[in-house]
């Protein structure tokens, strides 16, 4: 979606075959939000955000990838940048992700190279803050802490990254500036609302926040256009938060306003959030729940938050199949999900600006190359 005419209610759109005009009676925008690198945007090309399929793919390319690096380094240093992990934020995706590193290299990678042992990776998480966690309360994120340190991970709080290149980063701490030799890196600091918002705030003559977060009336319709509804992290209403929650219930109620129009109704509710709690992953069986002041941490919190994500889920086969997924990934040691493909490969090389063999660049360029 490039352009939306408010007046005309069409929107335009883009698409590999060519462009298009969409009428529309009822419009629902929830284009939700993109990674924020505070004003560093050239930091993405060696520290991808995960917000989309395509970036948890290439995500997995470069973690998986730098094992296979490491297996064919001859140089001791060069070889241990390759095992240097960097998780650039400590919130709950951050501290996810790195939990999901240091449980890979333990258990799913453990006896798969023969010039190093995976276990002895170091995973680092990078936050400015004084703890991960931090909207947990001090309680949950002293347990969230203590939980991946029993992992190997270190925290390095009050240390803030000011720099990023294809070799490692430069972070600022208590004892001043320091560089680490690191070749994967993963941002988690941060959000911004999608651009799609600034578009619309201009079209409709609103307002945005400082995150790019369209202001919206109290049933979440654009100010002045009430068949169009702003709903999820792209909306900004009475300081709501930009989490799964929100963006279930806003985006119920605005189906439900468009019904009632559909209908000749012309009022509506004003949208009420129920705040179901906060919770978030840390490890295998250990999570931490903070549930209308009830805060659980451990087998228990993960647990509720087994229970929590499977009810959410849309269908009983998405929910059969993401339970015996979990059995063999939390259960079990091994991963099947281990594929590095052609374009995965590409992404990185050719993003970085790494030098490859004649001949080869053209072939990573291929867009329906199916090699692997």
Same mark, same amino acid.
């Given at each position: 979606?490039t352009?939306?005419?408010l007046?005309?209610?069409?929107?335009?759109?883009?698409?590999?075959i060519?462009a298009?005009?969409?009428?529309?009676?009822?419009?629902?925008?929830?284009?939700?939000?993109?990674?924020?690198?505070?004003?560093?945007d050239?930091?993405?090309?060696y520290?991808?955000?995960?917000?989309?399929?395509?970036?948890?793919?290439?995500?997995?390319?470069r973690?998986l990838?730098?094992?296979?690096?490491?297996?064919?380094?001859?140089?001791?240093?060069?070889?241990?940048?390759?095992?240097?992990?960097?998780v650039?934020?400590g919130?709950?995706?951050g501290?996810?992700?790195?939990?999901q590193?240091?449980e890979?290299?333990?258990?799913?990678?453990?006896?798969?190279f023969?010039n190093?042992?995976?276990?002895?990776?170091?995973? /680092?998480?990078?936050?400015?803050?004084?703890? +991960?966690? %931090?909207?947990?309360g001090n #309680? *949950?994120?002293?347990? &969230? !802490?203590?939980?991946?340190?029993?992992?190997g991970?270190?925290?390095?709080?009050?240390?803030?990254?000011?720099?990023?290149?294809?070799?490692?980063?430069t972070?600022?701490?208590?004892?001043?500036?320091?560089q680490w030799a690191? /070749?994967?890196?993963?941002?988690?600091?941060? +959000?911004? %609302?999608?651009?799609?918002? #600034? *578009?619309?705030?201009? &079209? !409709?003559?609103?307002?945005?926040?400082?995150?790019?977060?369209?202001?919206?009336?109290?049933?979440?319709?654009?100010?002045?256009?009430?068949?169009?509804?702003?709903?999820?992290?792209l909306?900004?209403?009475?300081?709501?938060?930009?989490?799964?929650e929100?963006?279930m219930?806003?985006?119920?109620?605005?189906?439900?306003?468009?019904?009632?129009?559909?209908?000749?109704?012309?009022?509506?509710?004003?949208?009420k959030?129920?705040?179901?709690?906060?919770?978030a992953?840390?490890?295998?069986?250990?999570?931490?729940?903070?549930?209308?002041?009830?805060?659980?941490?451990?087998?228990?919190?993960?647990?509720?938050?087994?229970f929590?994500?499977?009810?959410?889920?849309?269908?009983?086969?998405?929910?059969?199949?993401?339970?015996?997924?979990?059995?063999?990934?939390?259960?079990?040691?091994?991963r099947s999900?281990?594929?590095i493909?052609?374009?995965?490969?590409?992404?990185?090389?050719?993003?970085?600006?790494?030098?490859?063999?004649?001949?080869v660049?053209?072939?990573?360029?291929?867009?329906?190359?199916?090699q692997t």
């Amino acid at each position: 979606m490039t352009r939306i005419d408010l007046e005309k209610k069409t929107v335009h759109a883009v698409r590999p075959i060519g462009a298009i005009d969409i009428d529309f009676d009822f419009l629902i925008v929830a284009s939700g939000c993109t990674a924020s690198y505070f004003g560093n945007d050239q930091f993405n090309r060696y520290a991808p955000s995960m917000k989309t399929v395509d970036d948890a793919l290439e995500i997995r390319g470069r973690i998986l990838g730098a094992f296979e690096m490491a297996e064919t380094e001859k140089d001791e240093e060069a070889r241990r940048a390759w095992l240097n992990f960097a998780v650039i934020g400590g919130g709950p995706t951050g501290v996810e992700m790195a939990g999901q590193i240091a449980e890979l290299s333990q258990r799913a990678m453990k006896k798969n190279f023969r010039n190093f042992d995976p276990a002895d990776i170091k995973v /680092r998480i990078f936050d400015g803050g004084e703890e +991960v966690l %931090a909207t947990f309360g001090n #309680r *949950l994120s002293g347990k &969230a !802490a203590n939980e991946l340190r029993k992992l190997g991970i270190e925290l390095k709080l009050q240390c803030r990254v000011v720099d990023i290149d294809r070799e490692g980063l430069t972070f600022q701490g208590p004892d001043g500036e320091e560089q680490w030799a690191c /070749r994967t890196k993963v941002w988690a600091a941060g +959000v911004e %609302a999608s651009p799609l918002g #600034r *578009l619309l705030a201009e &079209a !409709a003559g609103a307002e945005i926040d400082r995150a790019g977060r369209v202001q919206v009336e109290a049933d979440c319709s654009l100010p002045g256009q009430p068949d169009v509804f702003v709903v999820g992290d792209l909306m900004a209403l009475d300081g709501l938060p930009g989490v799964a929650e929100v963006a279930m219930q806003s985006g119920i109620h605005a189906a439900t306003a468009i019904k009632k129009r559909s209908r000749g109704e012309t009022e509506t509710k004003p949208f009420k959030y129920r705040d179901l709690g906060s919770m978030a992953y840390v490890s295998r069986f250990r999570a931490v729940v903070d549930f209308k002041g009830i805060q659980v941490a451990g087998l228990l919190g993960w647990l509720m938050w087994a229970f929590v994500h499977l009810t959410f889920m849309t269908g009983f086969k998405n929910r059969f199949l993401a339970l015996f997924g979990w059995l063999g990934a939390f259960v079990g040691s091994s991963r099947s999900e281990r594929t590095i493909t052609l374009r995965q490969v590409s992404a990185r090389v050719l993003a970085e600006g790494e030098s490859v063999e004649p001949g080869v660049e053209s072939m990573l360029r291929a867009p329906d190359s199916d090699q692997t």
